[in-house]
């Protein structure tokens, strides 16, 4: 028989090895699955399991994090930063290596969750990758640092050679060459991220002839990020590229090649309907940006005469 003490200790040890309820900040609230809190209450089931039969065996079978593998949705990964540049004075371009020549897996489109740490708080962010699909031995991400983010301080830390956490892929979209006949793509600032792999896609396979009008949104012309993708890209048969620049008014400024192809102000009703109207084929519009930005382009595009299901949202 176990004497009071013993139970008491025992009972000490089983209540340290009880999950830890994540805050509210390790949710990057981009509705992945499995979720944080997700997590969390699958390991509060197993912890409460192994309790009730008194077998702490139970509670293994966790990966390993320091070496990455598989990517898992459940497991963060740790990889190696291996670049970080600089594109705007608040957005960056940062380059994980992979091991061996491997690939990330992702389908273009699909998004990770990155988790940082910043005074002893940890939060988690979803990130999509711009590197193609099918890179080998490396991948990018493009994040915004904003001023008062907390995920922001942790990325603006980084240096080649440190180590970041990451798990996934999630997301929704699942793209296949030819399936649609135009996509209407919509992307406000670092929204671009989706669009890239999904676009590259495209002109990397000479057999897909899906259409491509893209339009990007952002406040100056210096703004724009990933200029030279973008030029590269819309020199294929299949693809345009046009920007809406909301913190300038005059064509004059800019370089001859963009004047025909940007408008000044906001993507707005009359501007979307414009864009639907002179699609070549019945376009798939894809959207992302902030929520503002997302809510008020599906509205537009309703109007503009386009079906629920003929839009996807990231």
Known sequence: MMDETGEEEEEEAWLQ???????????????????VFDLYHRELARWEAARASKDSSLLSGEESQSCPSKLNPETFLAFRI?????????????????????????????????????????IQRAYTPISPANAEGYFEV?????????MSRYVESWSAGDTAFWRGPFGDFFYKPNQYGELLMLASGTGLAPMVPVLQSITDNAEDETFVTLVGCFKTFEGIYLKTFLQEQ????????????????????????YREKTRFGRLAQDLIEELVGSCRRKPFALVCGSAEFTKDMARYLLCAGLAEDSCFLF
């Open 17 to 35: 090895l009880r999950p830890v309820e994540p805050l509210p900040s390790q949710c990057c609230g981009s509705g992945c699955s499995p979720c």
């Open 82 to 122: 291996s670049a970080v540049d600089r594109l705007t004075k608040d957005t960056y371009r940062i380059r994980f290596a992979l091991p061996r020549n491997s690939q990330l897996g992702l389908r273009p489109g699909q998004h990770l969750i990155l988790r940082g740490k910043v005074d002893d708080l940890e």
């Open 142 to 150: 493009l994040i915004k640092c904003y001023q008062t983010g907390l």
């Open 234 to 257: 819309a020199r294929f048969w299949n693809v345009r590229t046009f920007f809406v620049l909301s913190q300038e008014n005059s064509p004059e400024q800019l370089p001859w090649s």
